[in-house]
């Protein structure tokens, strides 16, 4: 995207922010945006009690309810009521913009008709509004011309095949903006359609979104005393924006290699410019395109994963594929895995992987994209394992694997995909394999001695399954499927908590499995610049105390991949610094196959390209 055209962008999305979420005054003083005005309305604010508003009409009594409950919800996990307040406000507040924001780039690139850009052939309305004006006058005399009636509609048109975004149920949306600032947004948005037609539209919007804020915390951090980053703050604090030619430059070299590694004579190589030709790669067994897999942990919004798609829909190709739409879901459900912290992120990520394909296959339907964010709070409000046991008395023996499960996600929100996990789980389920087949090997042993029994019988695991694999994967299904019909019950407070649920036990999969390539833009964060109780969290996960946020990323890296796996990151330090810190580093890399660093900072496509340039960009590290 041209500077230009970016710098119209930043102007509209920090708009949309400070109108639907707040904005501080250069004084520092918080000005409320229209979200908490609204929020006032139905008796909620910060640093107060609740109080009963009698005069709400049905819309938004049940948003105040929601509201009560996300808040509480948070309380109950252990957060602070304002903080709550904040967070519900927040989240709302990108839930609208990414929706309005996904639409207008999808119309913008032709695969929806338009429902956000007004023109003044329809009296100013979108053509989708224009129509169902047309099917509905009644709608016109309405107090928002009918403006929420086309949203929604659109919003359960776009959730058959995007539910994670647009979900007519989600609690996010359920306190809307004022019709005057819906409006104003959508006014906003009728800008010309080169804004949003680029495939890294929403990833700029996404950037802009967080710029203020970011500023803010840093400020924070360098102008007050013992200022610390923790909570809200750490999303904005770490997320940097990954430039194009350094993502292709990664993914080309990673992805690109493993299929280069796997097949010599390969054309694909050819179309990618960044590709270095000349590394030591060894071959590497075969296997089919569909058994790749490639996690990005810190997805941001999505550019690996876009870049990797190219990659991933050229490779099914050669490979022999020939169905559109069928690649574009073995992609979604075999190769892809992200995970984030920023809900907003994953928003984002899912909405440019979808666009992505849909202008590919237009009849392609996901069925899952593989991407879960991690601002997971479980309420303790009531013993939910307990009420799950009651109804499938058969998992009782898993009672101590899925206490661990709940509270090893409590600071998912801070820890994202650093959370230890599976490990913990994992012991629990092979200590109680264990005991059964401790049992099992006693009760053979008596049977061998029975006149009536010739052959040893074999010991077996709980749920009806052959292998210890199978037997995990059933407690996760079953797990999803219990506390999903939570999130479609009426209880708002057993939605929250089935929510958060179905995030965890997604986390908890993505993170038990490991993978063929692991592409990420670490986050940056020294141990000094965190408050006590998250710099105490990472030193608990890494004995060694990592120097920082980064480090403790390259950490995690290594129990993730595969031992033929590629790893590829970009690191903020300069070619001296890094000639003498990082390749120390590598130690921790030791037992992979290849890996791959591209510098960012003062780097550029012609540093790239310099042959002195990628002696540090590139290590070859054979096993």
Same mark, same amino acid.
């Given at each position: 995207?041209?500077?230009?055209?970016?710098?119209?962008?930043?102007?509209?999305?920090?708009?949309?922010?400070?109108?639907?979420?707040?904005?501080?005054?250069?004084?520092?003083?918080?000005?409320?945006?229209d979200l908490e005005l609204k929020l006032i309305t139905l008796g909620i604010r910060r640093n107060e009690s609740p109080i009963d508003i009698s005069s709400l009409d049905e819309t938004e009594t049940k948003a105040r309810e929601i509201a009560l409950s996300f808040i509480q919800n948070i309380v109950d996990a252990g957060g602070i009521h304002n903080d709550a307040i904040t967070e519900f406000i927040r989240e709302t507040a990108y839930t609208w913009a990414?929706?309005?924001?996904?639409?207008?780039?999808?119309?913008?690139?032709?695969?929806?008709? &338009?429902?956000?850009?007004?023109?003044?052939?329809? /009296?100013?309305?979108?053509?989708?509004?224009?129509?169902?004006?047309?099917?509905?006058?009644?709608?016109?005399?309405?107090?928002?011309?009918?403006?929420?009636?086309?949203?929604?509609?659109?919003?359960?048109?776009?959730?058959?095949?995007?539910?994670?975004?647009? $979900?007519?149920?989600?609690?996010?949306?359920?306190?809307?903006?004022?019709?005057?600032?819906?409006?104003?947004?959508?006014?906003?948005?009728?800008?010309?359609?080169?804004?949003?037609?680029?495939?890294?539209?929403? /990833?700029?919007?996404?950037?802009?979104?967080?710029?203020?804020?970011?500023?803010?915390?840093?400020?924070?951090?360098?102008?007050?005393?013992?200022?610390?980053?923790?909570?809200?703050?750490?999303?904005?604090?770490?997320?940097?924006?990954?430039?194009?030619?350094?993502?292709?430059?990664?993914?080309?070299?990673?992805?690109?290699?493993?299929?280069?590694?796997?097949?010599?004579?390969?054309?694909?190589?050819?179309?990618?410019?960044?590709?270095?030709?000349?590394?030591?790669?060894?071959?590497?067994?075969?296997?089919?395109?569909?058994?790749?897999?490639?996690? $990005?942990?810190?997805? /941001?919004?999505?550019?690996?994963?876009?870049?990797?798609?190219?990659?991933?829909?050229?490779?099914?190709?050669? &490979?022999?594929?020939?169905?559109?739409?069928?690649?574009?879901?073995?992609?979604?459900?075999?190769?892809?895995?992200?995970?984030?912290?920023?809900?907003?992120?994953?928003?984002?990520?899912?909405?440019?992987?979808?666009?992505?394909?849909?202008?590919?296959?237009? $009849?392609?339907?996901?069925?899952?994209?593989?991407?879960?964010?991690?601002?997971?709070?479980?309420?303790?409000?009531?013993?939910?394992?307990?009420?799950?046991?009651?109804?499938?008395?058969?998992?009782?023996?898993?009672?101590?694997?899925?206490?661990?499960?709940?509270?090893?996600?409590?600071?998912?929100?801070?820890? /994202?995909?650093?959370?230890?996990?599976?490990?913990?789980?994992?012991?629990?389920?092979?200590?109680?394999?264990?005991?059964? $087949?401790?049992?099992?090997?006693?009760?053979?042993?008596?049977?061998?001695?029975?006149?009536?029994?010739?052959?040893?019988?074999?010991?077996?695991?709980?749920?009806?399954?052959?292998?210890?694999?199978?037997?995990?994967?059933?407690?996760?299904?079953?797990?999803?499927?219990?506390?999903?019909?939570?999130?479609?019950?009426?209880?708002?407070?057993?939605?929250?908590?089935?929510?958060?649920?179905?995030?965890?036990?997604?986390?908890?999969?993505?993170?038990?499995?490991?993978?063929?390539?692991?592409?990420?833009?670490?986050?940056?964060?020294?141990?000094?610049?965190?408050?006590?109780?998250?710099?105490?969290?990472?030193?608990?996960?890494?004995?060694?105390?990592?120097?920082?946020?980064?480090?403790?990323?390259?950490?995690?890296?290594?129990?993730?991949?595969?031992?033929?796996?590629?790893?590829?990151?970009?690191?903020?330090?300069?070619?001296?610094?890094?000639?003498?810190?990082?390749?120390?580093?590598?130690?921790?890399?030791?037992?992979?196959?290849?890996?791959?660093?591209?510098?960012?900072?003062?780097?550029?496509?012609?540093?790239?390209?310099?042959?002195?340039?990628?002696?540090?960009?590139?290590?070859?590290?054979?096993?």
């Open positions: 995207m041209e500077q230009q055209l970016k710098s119209k962008l930043k102007s509209i999305v920090i708009e949309i922010r400070h109108l639907l979420e707040g904005f501080y005054d250069r004084a520092g003083n918080w000005i409320s945006g990414n929706r309005l924001f996904a639409l207008r780039c999808m119309e913008a690139r032709s695969i929806i008709d &338009e429902v956000i850009l007004q023109k003044t052939n329809y /009296g100013g309305r979108s053509l989708q509004h224009h129509r169902m004006i047309q099917r509905n006058p009644e709608l016109a005399s309405s107090s928002d011309d009918g403006l929420y009636s086309v949203l929604f509609a659109e919003f359960e048109e776009r959730a058959k095949e995007l539910p994670s975004l647009f $979900d007519n149920n989600s609690v996010k949306i359920a306190l809307r903006p004022n019709v005057s600032a819906i409006q104003k947004c959508i006014e906003l948005l009728s800008a010309p359609d080169e804004l949003f037609s680029a495939p890294d539209a929403l /990833g700029w919007a996404y950037q802009y979104w967080n710029t203020e804020e970011k500023d803010r915390v840093f400020e924070k951090v360098k102008t007050v005393k013992d200022a610390k980053i923790e909570k809200l703050d750490i999303i904005p604090a770490t997320q940097l924006y990954t430039e194009p030619y350094m993502v292709k430059f990664l993914v080309q070299n990673s992805l690109g290699a493993t299929w280069f590694q796997m097949h010599p004579e390969t054309q694909l190589l050819n179309k990618w410019e960044y590709f270095v030709k000349d590394a030591d790669r060894a071959p590497i067994k075969k296997k089919s395109i569909k058994e790749v897999s490639f996690l $990005d942990p810190c997805v /941001g919004s999505g550019h690996f994963h876009l870049e990797a798609f190219d990659l991933f829909y050229s490779m099914y190709l050669e &490979e022999g594929f020939v169905n559109p739409s069928e690649i574009c879901l073995s992609i979604f459900e075999n190769n892809l895995y992200g995970i984030d912290i920023d809900e907003r992120a994953i928003q984002i990520s899912a909405a440019s992987l979808y666009m992505k394909a849909k202008e590919i296959a237009p $009849d392609f339907v996901p069925k899952a994209i593989n991407l879960v964010a991690t601002n997971i709070h479980l309420s303790h409000e009531k013993d939910h394992i307990e009420e799950y046991l009651k109804k499938y008395p058969e998992d009782k023996p898993l009672r101590n694997a899925l206490v661990t499960i709940f509270d090893g996600l409590k600071h998912a929100d801070e820890l /994202g995909s650093l959370l230890q996990i599976e490990e913990p789980v994992d012991k629990e389920l092979k200590l109680l394999k264990s005991k059964e $087949d401790d049992e099992r090997a006693f009760i053979d042993e008596k049977l061998k001695d029975s006149l009536f029994q010739v052959t040893t019988l074999q010991g077996h695991l709980p749920l009806d399954v052959d292998t210890y694999d199978d037997w995990k994967k059933k407690v996760l299904v079953r797990l999803k499927n219990h506390f999903e019909k939570e999130t479609k019950g009426q209880n708002i407070s057993n939605k929250l908590f089935g929510e958060a649920v179905g995030k965890g036990l997604s986390l908890f999969d993505f993170l038990s499995r490991k993978y063929d390539i692991l592409v990420a833009n670490p986050p940056y964060l020294a141990l000094s610049k965190m408050s006590e109780k998250f710099r105490n969290r990472i030193l608990n996960i890494f004995q060694n105390r990592p120097a920082d946020l980064f480090v403790a990323f390259l950490e995690m890296y290594k129990t993730k991949l595969k031992r033929d796996g590629f790893l590829a990151f970009l690191t903020l330090h300069n070619w001296m610094f890094l000639s003498t810190f990082e390749i120390i580093r590598l130690d921790l890399l030791k037992d992979l196959h290849f890996s791959v660093f591209a510098h960012l900072g003062t780097g550029t496509m012609k540093e790239l390209s310099n042959p002195n340039a990628q002696g540090f960009c590139m290590f070859c590290l054979q096993k």
